[in-house]
């Protein structure tokens, strides 16, 4: 088990960054994007594709995406204990997400090891995140200042301590956040594959393939196409064109007026409210 401070959970109290963006639902617009640039990378993409019941029961992909709100809102607003239980649950979800590559995929040969542990894989989940959410919140709740965006990630280093990292692992500002990623892009890890567009097509699906749903899917999918880097959008064969752009425009805008003025009650994840 992992020592942690008395009080783990990111931000550490109402009062972090954390906990301001985190507890807007809206936020989880952004999570598919995330998503999408987590399954650039070949390894990451290869542990879904083996252990994940997105990808071996879909008929459990609901119950799994409440499990992961679950554990997102237990690490950002727990308590100490259950901020803990939550990473030792996590930890050992990964004991059993390893294998080997079944043929080449980008710059990874056939072959290639990969675990949930390894470290440079949780690195760039983490970043992705880091990437995504401040961006979705800008995007559909208000603006945010550069201190903010900075607090935002130094507050998330502790999951390097969570889940077992190095010290000093994960990047504690956007600087040393945008040094990472460029670094990581450099360095060829990050290719869409086929496999993973076609993990993006179930992700962006929508239930029914009926033609009345056709235009749901295109709405569902507009805050991923926003928040995509446009390289990711280009890599995974996504539109973005005038509608789009205008219609995610328009998104923005209304989300930006109507969002503020919505009571916390209804805004906010009820988890942000406990006692502190």
Not at 81 to 104: M, S
Not at 212 to 230: K, S, V
């Amino acid at each position: 088990m992992v020592h942690i401070s008395p009080d783990p959970a990111l931000g550490s109290g109402p009062d972090s960054i954390s906990w301001k963006i985190n507890r807007e639902i809206v936020v989880v617009l952004g999570w598919p994007a995330a998503i999408l640039m987590q399954l650039a990378h070949p390894l990451v993409l290869a542990g879904v594709l083996e252990h994940s019941v997105f990808v071996s029961d879909p008929s459990r992909r609901w119950k799994r995406l409440r499990s992961t709100v679950e554990s997102m809102l237990l690490l950002t607003f727990g308590t100490a204990e259950q901020v803990q239980r939550t990473a030792d649950k996590i930890n050992a979800i990964h004991d059993y997400v390893h294998g080997r590559l079944d043929c080449r995929q980008g710059i990874f040969p056939k072959g290639t090891w990969y675990t949930a542990h390894d470290p440079e894989l949780l690195r760039w989940v983490h970043a992705t995140l880091l990437d995504v959410i401040p961006r979705a919140y800008e995007a559909f709740v208000g603006p945010l200042t550069d201190a903010e965006k900075d607090r935002y990630c130094e507050e998330a280093t502790v999951m390097a301590q969570l889940l077992q990292m190095p010290d000093g692992w994960l990047p504690a500002s956007m600087a040393e956040l945008r040094e990472y990623m460029d670094r990581t892009y450099a360095s060829g890890a990050i290719q869409v594959t086929d496999r993973a567009r076609w993990m993006a097509g179930e992700l962006l699906a929508v239930p029914k393939p009926l033609p009345q749903w056709r235009a749901l899917g295109w709405l569902n999918a507009l805050p991923t196409l926003l928040l995509l880097p446009p390289r990711m959008r280009a890599a995974y064969g996504l539109s973005w064109g005038l509608s789009e752009r205008a219609a995610s425009r328009a998104g923005e805008t209304i989300a930006k007026q109507l969002v503020p003025r919505v009571p916390a009650l209804m805004r906010h994840w009820p988890a942000s409210r406990r006692p502190v």
